[in-house]
C-alpha cells in the first residue's frame, strides 16, 4: 500500500500545444525559392576538363610529353579543389541538418514547459520511463518538485498503475518541474527533463 505521503494520477486532457499555437500571431507564410548550387556536379567536371586543356596547351610548346605534365599537374591541382568544394559543402548539410535538430528540440521543449505549466501531468511519462530500470517488487522513493504534486494527486490511479508496490513520493524544491528523480534497490534513476532532453538530443545526434 501507498504510504502517507504518495500521490496519484489520471490521463490529462490533450491539446495543449494546439493552444498554445491559437494563441500565436499569424504568421506571413515564407517564400521559398529553389537555391541552386554555385558548383554543380558537372560544373566541376567541366573544371577537370578545362584544367587538363588549359595545362596542355600551356606545356605544349615544349613537346607533347612535357604538355602532359603540365596538363596532370594542374589536373591534379583542380581535382584537390574539387574534393575540398565536395568536402565543405558535405559538411554545410550537416551542420543545417544540426541546425534543424536544435531548433526542433528547442521547440519541443518550449511546448513541453507551457503543458507543464498549465499542470499536465508531465511528470508521469518520466516516472513511467525510470520505473522500467528497477525490479517489479522495488519500493520506491519518488521525487518531484512541490509544485508537480497537485498534479499528481488528481491523477492518483495513474501514478499507482505505474508504482504498483509501497513508495514513497518526497517533494524537493530543488527540482525541476516536470520531471522524476526514483530510488530504490540501491540505485538513482534521473528522469529530469534536462536529462531526458539531453540523452534524446545525444543519440539523434549520433545518427546524423
Known sequence: MPSSNSRVLERPPLGGAQRLAAKLPAQPQPVIRPVQPLLTEERLAQMERDAYAAGFAAGERAGYAQGEQVAQTMLAAVTVVRDEIRHMRA?????????????????????LDYEVAVDHPVPLAGIALARDHFAPTARLTVRI??????????????????????????????MERGGAVLEGDGKLIDATLVTRFEQALATLMERL
Do not use: C, K, M
Open 91 to 111: 559538411a554545410l548539410v550537416a551542420d543545417a541538418e544540426r541546425d534543424v535538430l536544435h531548433l526542433a528540440i528547442a521547440l519541443a521543449r518550449a511546448v
Open 145 to 174: 518538485h512541490p509544485d508537480d504534486q497537485p498534479v499528481l494527486d488528481s491523477h492518483r490511479a495513474d501514478l499507482l498503475a505505474l508504482l504498483a508496490n509501497d513508495f514513497d513520493l518526497v517533494t524537493d524544491p530543488g
